[in-house]
């Protein structure tokens, strides 16, 4: 019987250490997975004592928009990527915020020649929907101070820049970021047959991205037929010129100028198709030649859908030159036919027919190196033959 009880306490001591370890094995994983589930919590709260754990990125982070470049070391909630043209009160109380901040921006570039019909443009746009940006290329900026809509514009001055010298400045997409639609019009155009708030209708039901008031060929100058105002038409995509100078446009024509293209005295941008034309632009390039033969790559989709010309709210277009130059701004479709031609010859032409031309030699290069280069690149647009 003395055996046996001193044999019994030793198979429990050896049972009760066999188990032990086991159980502080499993203690230790469970503890781990749970630490692990906790990883999006700086501490960890056992008990009564918070211990603190390491912080891994959870996924969540991983899943968020990547930071813009520089600002790595900032809390994201201190980082603003946009911004707009809105003032602000250097002194006294904050000025009773309007009923609905500006939803679009129109922007021209002006003389002060012009400044009458500035005038009657910007009363068209309503200054609750709209933001006003006037580009003084002439220098004058007081010479407006007088309109009453004035201290509600932003002006900017530099003298003998065109309009895309200064959209490429001072509209960055990040900066016109709050606004729907971006007009960027010349200041020779006259609305009389215009009407805004139709206009933003028109091209919102039928989800125009890039678009243009059309052009009133009677009493205008039309470069090509496309822009030219088709009576009893709300709006058209294409064209057909099968007689006339210039482009031949067939029923079937699916390159610009018959179909996907607008004119550069008056387009229209969504933000989306904004932010793709901006970057298009050059920065030492100060004409638009040969930029409206490619905006149609700034749409989303389809180029022949997305982008159209609007009849029933149309404009005149008086063609009267500005930044110097001579000529009467009469230029029809053949002579611009001829003149997208030449590559390299610019003699015998005025000084501002001669620049344009330098400009749109020097696009339609760096287009050209740049689709050689990308290798990556696909022409969306590109029509097996």
């Given at each position: 019987m003395a055996t046996h009880k001193t044999v019994e306490p030793k198979r429990k001591q050896s049972f009760v250490c066999s188990w032990v370890p086991s159980l502080i094995f499993l203690s230790t994983l469970f503890f781990i997975g749970s630490a692990l589930l906790l990883t999006?919590?700086?501490?960890?709260?056992?008990?009564?004592?918070?211990?603190?754990?390491?912080?891994?990125?959870?996924?969540?982070?991983?899943?968020?928009?990547?930071?813009?470049?520089?600002?790595?070391?900032?809390?994201?909630?201190?980082?603003?990527?946009?911004?707009?043209?809105?003032m602000r009160p250097l002194w006294g109380p904050p000025k009773k915020k309007k009923s609905k901040s500006p939803m679009n921006l129109l922007a021209i570039a002006v003389g002060i020649k012009q400044k009458k019909n500035v005038n009657e443009i910007v009363k068209k746009f309503q200054l609750t929907d709209f933001a006003i940006m006037l580009f003084h290329y002439d220098g004058n900026v007081d010479g407006w101070r007088d309109l009453e809509w004035s201290s509600s514009a932003v002006h900017?001055?530099?003298?003998?820049?065109?309009?895309?010298?200064?959209?490429?400045?001072?509209?960055?997409?990040?900066i016109v970021a709050a606004y729907d639609y971006i007009f960027l019009w010349d200041e020779d155009l006259g609305?009389?047959?215009?009407?805004?708030?139709?206009?933003?209708?028109?091209?919102?039901?039928?989800?125009?991205?890039?678009?243009?008031?059309?052009?009133?060929?009677?009493?205008?100058?039309?470069?090509?037929?496309?822009?030219?105002?088709?009576?009893n038409s709300t709006l058209h995509r294409r064209a057909v010129n099968l007689h006339g100078p210039g482009y031949k446009c067939f029923e079937n024509s699916m390159d610009p100028p018959c179909t996907g293209f607008v004119e550069m005295m008056a387009p229209v941008f969504s933000r989306e198709s904004w932010r793709c034309a901006w970057h298009m632009i050059q920065n030492d390039l100060v004409h638009a030649w040969g930029l409206d033969f490619l905006l149609g790559y700034c749409v989303q989709g389809n180029r022949t859908e997305n982008i159209g010309v609007v009849d029933s709210q149309y404009l005149i277009h008086s063609g009267i030159p500005s930044l110097g130059g001579s000529g009467d701004g009469k230029t029809n479709d053949a002579e611009i036919d001829r003149l997208a031609s030449m590559t390299t010859t610019v003699d015998g032409f005025d000084g501002r027919t001669s620049v344009r031309?330098?400009?749109?030699n020097k696009f339609k290069n760096r287009w050209g190196n740049a689709v050689r280069e990308d290798e990556?690149?696909?022409?969306?647009?590109?029509?097996?033959?």
């Open positions: 999006d919590y700086k501490e960890v709260d056992i008990g009564f004592i918070q211990h603190p754990i390491e912080v891994t990125k959870s996924k969540i982070c991983e899943k968020e928009e990547c930071i813009p470049d520089g600002t790595e070391t900032l809390p994201r909630g201190i980082v603003t990527r946009t911004s707009d043209l809105e900017v001055s530099a003298v003998n820049q065109t309009k895309w010298w200064f959209a490429k400045r001072f509209l960055h997409p990040d609305v009389e047959h215009f009407h805004v708030g139709r206009y933003l209708s028109i091209i919102k039901e039928e989800g125009l991205q890039i678009s243009q008031p059309a052009i009133d060929a009677d009493k205008s100058e039309v470069h090509y037929t496309l822009t030219a105002r088709k009576t031309i330098a400009s749109l990556c690149w696909v022409d969306p647009f590109h029509q097996p033959s």
